[in-house]
Each structure stands twice: as C-alpha cells, then as structure tokens.
C-alpha cells in the first residue's frame, strides 16, 4: 500500500470525496489519474480533463508511487 502522506501533491480530507486522497487544491481523486492512465488517457490529456490538477502534480503523483513501490523489494 502506498503512504500518500509523503506526497506533496495530495491532501486527505474527510469531507471531500468520502475522504479519498485527492490532489492538492482540488477535489480530482488520486485513483482517477490511474484510472484513466489504465484506460489508454495519456497524462497530458488527463490534466486537460480534470482542471486544477497541475501536469507537475500528476507526475508527482506517479513518481511517488513508483518509489514507494520499488521500497517494497
């Protein structure tokens, strides 16, 4: 599981989106950037579909969960 506390670029509120980590300053949940990245949407356009979320944030974003999953090994 990946500790999302580290990230900058994310926030956790318990009255936005039933408490899901969200990017900073929004209310666009983490999990849709990798939804839609499975999906075939390309990080350019995600940031185009979901205003707020800055194209350096959504990289961010990936960056910490490779990390964090390359900790696990």
Do not use: Q, Y
């Amino acid at each position: 599981m990946i500790n999302w506390n580290t990230c900058p670029s994310v926030e956790l509120n318990p009255e936005l989106v039933s408490g899901a980590w969200v990017f900073r300053g929004t209310r666009v949940p983490v999990v849709a950037l990798f939804e839609n990245l499975e999906d075939g949407v390309t990080i350019n356009e995600f940031v185009e579909l979901f205003p707020g979320v800055e194209l350096f944030h959504a990289r961010s974003v990936l960056e910490h969960a490779a990390k964090s999953a390359m900790a696990v090994h």
